[in-house]
C-alpha cells in the first residue's frame, strides 16, 4: 500500500518512466507485512530497460529484481540499500522529505 504522494507525484513519475532517458525516483509510505520495519519504498525506474539494468549494477541490484509491472519497470528499494543510493543520487529531497537517514 503506497501513501504520503500526491497523484501528480506519481503521473510525473510515469512520464519520465515511459521517456526512458534517465532513472526516476519516486519515494513514498509503504507499509507491508514482510518488512514490518521498513516505512518507505523508493522505486527507480526507466522504461530503458538496458539504462535500468546498467544502473542497478553500480549498486549490486541482479536484473531479475526488476519489477517489469505495467509499462513503468523499475526497482524497488527499501532499507540501507534505499538511503545510501538516494545519498548517492543526491536525492535529498526525497531523504528530508520522508526522515531518511542511517541508523
Known amino acids: 500500500m503506497a501513501f ?7 503521473e510525473e513519475w510515469k512520464l519520465k ?3 526512458g532517458s534517465e532513472v526516476v525516483f519516486l519515494t513514498h509510505y509503504w ?3 514482510k518488512y514490518p520495519q521498513i516505512k518507505t519504498v523508493t522505486k527507480a ?11 542497478g549494477k553500480k549498486y549490486g541490484l541482479q ?13 524497488d528499494l527499501i532499507g540501507e540499500t534505499q ?6 543520487e ?8 520522508f526522515q ?4
Open 100 to 103: 531518511l537517514k542511517k541508523p
Open 4 to 10: 504520503g504522494i500526491k497523484r501528480t507525484e506519481l
Open 45 to 55: 525506474g526507466s522504461a530503458n530497460l538496458d539504462l535500468l539494468i546498467e544502473w
Open 90 to 97: 543526491g536525492i535529498n529531497n526525497q531523504l528530508e522529505r
Open 17 to 19: 518512466v515511459l521517456e
Open 63 to 75: 536484473p531479475e529484481w526488476i519489477h517489469r509491472r505495467e509499462k513503468y519497470p523499475h526497482f
Open 83 to 88: 538511503i545510501d543510493i538516494l545519498v548517492k
Open 31 to 33: 507499509l507491508h507485512p
